[in-house]
């Protein structure tokens, strides 16, 4: 295997050994992501709408005068379907990362999703992280951003996570009868984390417009997105200097269009992409080069990733970046030879403690950052004492657990890391003191752990 495959294995992927089908260069990266989404296709989780029946029985059950503490076994039943949806929805997510051959794409989902972050505040939202990256970061993955930044600015889930429905228009007919003003929350991420980013030339002012132009948009019984127009501010707005004065969606949609269209915007973004991909310190050309690619185009994502893996930058031989949690897992279980479809069928108590209890422990909680801004980048925020400790116990605990048997270890490092496996790694794998430690070796290797 070339060095470059490696490489782009490693780096642009979810590692080595790859799935039958997955393309050797970077043109035939692009060309499997132009194409379908199979893995969606394959893979196919929960559609949050499916659950709405469920909601409107439990308002019924409320209706019916049943006090919150007494014992309804068919409320109980009605709210458990939400966690078992969202409880499969996170297996199949990791059966994507792990099978599918298009891992370029599913680095780019997992980006793209850590870029709009949303939690889930309450069970029957438990779906609602898993329907954001189906509903609004998958089908526009290879279009424009302009889309992609408003079906995620609209999603329920992200509705919810930052209190819009708390937002109404001070000079709006229910603003006034109720008292009730604006939520910047939604506003502001929008435009300092999700489009122009923090310290590009914008105000306070243009915040508090945004926020006035979003006013309206709420979450209706059925927790879906809904536009009220007793809710909006009335009267024209001005958003970083242009004016927005069409009724109803119109402005939203605009205003999101032209956020997306912000040169701005277009250096935010090509920075996040440099350092999730390449470096937390990368080469200042690459990322003028994506810069200009995405504000040439328009936004234009497949022309953005195009300048990505076409940069000389971009195939630098070092590696710089640490596998943050959910990469080291979703690496770990396909060098075990762990498959999506086993997944799917070990039991959820199994995978739960096994997977996401680890990756909780290793410093990322599954769908669960702290915060709007997702995820940390920098590699020592993730290579440190407790959370090396927690990755070199998994790796020396779990994989009998999960596979039976064991690979060679030797034969594990050559599989998983290729020409990236040094002779120290070589040597120490091929004489541990058993099969479990030298499989624990190789996964607990700063080779393995770096990317």
Known sequence: MSKLRTLAAIRFGYGLPQPKGAPASAEAVLE???????????????????????IQQLRQIQKAGKKPAAKNPKRDALLQDF???????????FARALDSADGFRERLTTFWADHFSVIAKRQLEALFPY???????????????????????????????????????????????QNKGLNENLAREVIELH?????????????????????????????????????????????????????????????????????????????????????????????????????????????????????????????????????????????????????????????????LAPMAGMGQPFKRPAGPNGFEEAAEEWITPQGLARRITWAMRVPPRLAEPLPDPVALAQSCLADRASEPLLWGAARAEDITQGVGLVLASAEFNRR
């Open 131 to 177: 329907a954001l990256v189906d509903d609004a970061i998958r089908p526009h993955l290879t279009g424009n951003f302009a889309d992609m930044l408003t079906a995620a600015t609209l999603h329920p889930a992200m509705l919810s996570y930052l209190d819009q429905s708390s937002s109404v228009g001070p000079n709006s007919h229910f603003g006034k009868n």
């Open 195 to 355: 489009s122009m980013g923090v310290g590009a030339n914008y105000s306070q002012t243009d915040v508090t417009e945004m926020a006035k132009i979003l006013a309206g948009l709420t979450m209706n019984a059925d927790l879906l997105m809904e536009f009220q127009p007793r809710r909006a501010e009335p009267g024209p707005r001005e958003l970083l200097g242009k004016t927005y004065d069409a009724p109803g969606m119109d402005n939203i949609h605009a205003a999101l269009r032209d956020l997306a269209l912000q040169p701005a915007t277009g250096q935010h973004l090509a920075r996040k992409l440099a350092v999730h991909f390449v470096s937390d310190t990368p080469d200042a050309d690459l990322v003028k080069a994506i810069a200009a690619a995405y504000n040439g185009s328009g936004g234009d994502l497949m022309v953005t990733y195009t300048a990505l893996l076409g940069h000389p930058a971009a195939w630098v031989g070092t590696t710089e970046k640490a596998r943050q949690p959910f990469d080291f897992m979703v690496a770990s279980l396909r060098a075990l030879g762990v498959t999506g479809e086993q997944l799917q069928q070990m039991p959820y108590k199994q995978f739960r403690g096994q997977v």
């Open 32 to 54: 499997m992501l132009a194409g379908p989404d199979e893995a969606m296709q394959t893979w196919p989780i929960r559609n949050s709408a499916d659950l709405v029946p469920n």
């Open 83 to 93: 966690s078992t949806a969202a409880e499969a929805a996170s297996v199949i997510t």
